[in-house]
């Protein structure tokens, strides 16, 4: 037990210091054995693993790592160097920590991606008068974002399969964007790195493709409400 000789109270839970004047303890007479004696109000905390996290942390971090491998070994076998996937390596990088910290603890978070993938179109777009290549916008950022964009709401739908129909309407906003990149390379006439984001829209049409067969009757039933039909 500990003793405050200020207080005269005794404190049967271990703490540094007295919980009415504040007083330090080992000020007043207590040991460091007393305290070390003196039982915890809560059990210690649990070293983490190297490997703990959420199943969100674990599909993401496998994915960042297997994109970014993929992109920077297929700029390097065509260009033969590696410029511009480290700028969508460090994209996922900084998804995954906006995601990480500020959004997966909430609500509503396929909406907010779908927000966020809207505000980083127009900021990334801003970027063309700047960059010594502007079609890098559409080549590499873009189709990044909305790859990115699209796998986080996947995921979320996944970890959350028993009630995923307020959710399938951000997917499919996302993967209409993914198409943008590819066929604003085909109005330029530009095709010298198109394989991003044609891959993207792909994989967006897909996504819509597959939502539509399996879940059509829950989309009309959420546009009806949304829009008050």
Known sequence: ?????Y???????????????????????????????????????????????????????????????????????????????????????YLYFLFRILIRGGEYFPQKVTAHALILSVAIYTLRGVLPEPEIIVEYLLPTLYLISNIAIAVFLIINYKRPNRYLLNIITVSLLSAVPFLALVVLDDYKNFALSLATMVIGLAVIIGTIIFRAPTIISELKRKFHI
Do not use: Q
Not at 1 to 5: E, S
């Open 7 to 93: 207080c005269r109270i005794t404190i049967s839970t271990r703490t540094e210091v007295c919980p009415l004047c504040h007083v330090r303890l080992r000020d007043v007479g207590n040991s460091e054995e007393d305290i070390k004696r003196t039982a915890r109000a809560y059990p210690p905390r649990e070293k983490l693993k190297p490997l703990s996290g959420s199943l969100f942390d674990k599909i993401y971090l496998f994915a960042w790592l297997s994109l970014s491998i993929a992109m920077i070994v297929v700029e390097a076998a065509l260009t033969r160097r590696v410029r511009f996937s480290w700028i969508a390596v460090a994209f996922l990088i």
């Open 1 to 5: 037990m500990l003793r405050c000789p």
